[in-house]
């Protein structure tokens, strides 16, 4: 349990807690797969491409304090108590089940890992909570999930993998789980995953990327198409309460997928009759993003415009994908986007968003650096 | 003050051939569409289209998404020839949730096979 009697400042919507090793990962799961698992480890399904040195940080390697990645202590120590965290969503290793062809082996995995971490990592800690894996292969699946799970208190929101699915998010398939999610008031947290070349046939619409680096440059594509579909295909007009948090996708396409789908609406709004409003409205209500991976534009100025144009202060909200190594700190974000909306995007949108007990109400102080070598 | 001015035939209007009057320094776009006459404002507040090769078309909406759409012949639109976007032909209201630009209607009527603006 956190030790200190004050809330922290930080709420984080990404954080990713490690698989468990195959022998553990085996006790959650039935027959078959509890063999298979212990057998073989879980189904593997990748881009073709290396990832960046396994995806993580190089300073997080080995042991810290005589902890290593695989334990919730590491997490408490290296993120929550380091950037006085309020709340950090545990969101999991995002490969696992995304575009896994079978739909009983996703939802068994899915199942396994959910309760796994409600046993391992959320009593550690009450700072922790969880976005749930759902079987996206079979809708009705996922929605015995949300069922099963969906009402614990540390459940704050369910996953969905933006890049890996033949579906694009708007269609009708999906709307069991978004009736679910929005009966129970959940967001749908929808992060990329590493699969996306063989659940699309492509890492990008323009086909295969060579590298890692172009697929990872090309993740707003996926973001792009994925709102465009669940607003154009009338999602909210459906669900008007649906949250949606789109996780380290970008925020920069966003002012040119608005402008370009409001300019469009004008001349081709006989093509969604059901729509109510102009497609950019749906974005402040419906819908918003996180910091991670932060822009870097040469002029900082830049990206600050970009951000005001995105209605920032009220549409973006803090995510530091520890541990990754693209990993951004809250003083980054700081750094680059000014104090005056810290209070907001590092706490108070998602205190609301994901639905928090919030009822003491911390002010933004500032934040530091807080890299290992100060520990 | 407006007055009516007599700018065509009836016969003459067909959907197809768009007619074009210019009264005072206005020019006017004048178009039939199931037996009545419609005359706007022939540039479009958007980008300057000559809105007399805009097409007219009923109003179309739909409940929700799958629901049937329904079709709306009394409440007509005319779109823009270059970026389709609609004016409602009774407001002059643009059919998306925007309050500008909007499209100057003017009133017509029909007298002996005579085709009358009121402008
Ligand atoms: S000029 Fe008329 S809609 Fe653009």
Known sequence: MSGSS????????????????NEEFAEYLPEPYKTEIATFGPRKL???HRFEDGGMRWDLRGEINGKVMDEPGFFIENLLDRYDHRFGLLTGNVGTISGIPDPDYAAAIAAGLNDRTMDVWLPVDDRFGMSILVPLQDPQAAVREI??????????????????NRIPFGDRYYWPIYAECEKLGLPIHMHPSTTAVIANHAHTPAGEAATYFESHCTLPTYYMAQTASMILRGVFEQFPSLKIILVEGGISWLPHLLWRMDAEYKGLKHEVPFLKRLPSQYVKDNIRLTTQPIEDPADVRHLQQ????????NTVMYASDFPHWDFDEPSHIESKLGSGMMQKLLHDNACEYLGLDCDSHPVFTGTEPRVLADA | MPEWHDVAAFEDLTPEKPLVVTIGNTSIGVKVWRDKV????????????????????????SPSPGAPVEVDY??????????????????GACTAPIRRPRLRIYETRVEDGRVYILA
């Open chain 1, 6 to 21: 004050q809330p922290g400042f930080i709420v984080d919507c990404d954080i990713h807690q490690p698989d468990p090793l």
């Open chain 1, 46 to 48: 990748f881009s073709g």
């Open chain 1, 147 to 164: 069922r099963r799970l969906g009402e614990h208190p540390r459940v704050k929101a369910v996953s969905m993998f933006a890049t890996a």
């Open chain 1, 306 to 313: 970009i951000m005001e144009m995105v209605d920032a202060e």
């Open chain 2, 38 to 61: 419609f005359a706007v404002v022939n540039r479009c507040g958007h980008a300057g289209a000559p809105m007399a090769y805009g097409e007219i078309h009923p109003t179309m909406s």
């Open chain 2, 74 to 91: 009394d409440k007509p639109e005319i779109r823009c020839p270059w970026h389709h976007w609609g004016f409602d032909l009774g407001t």
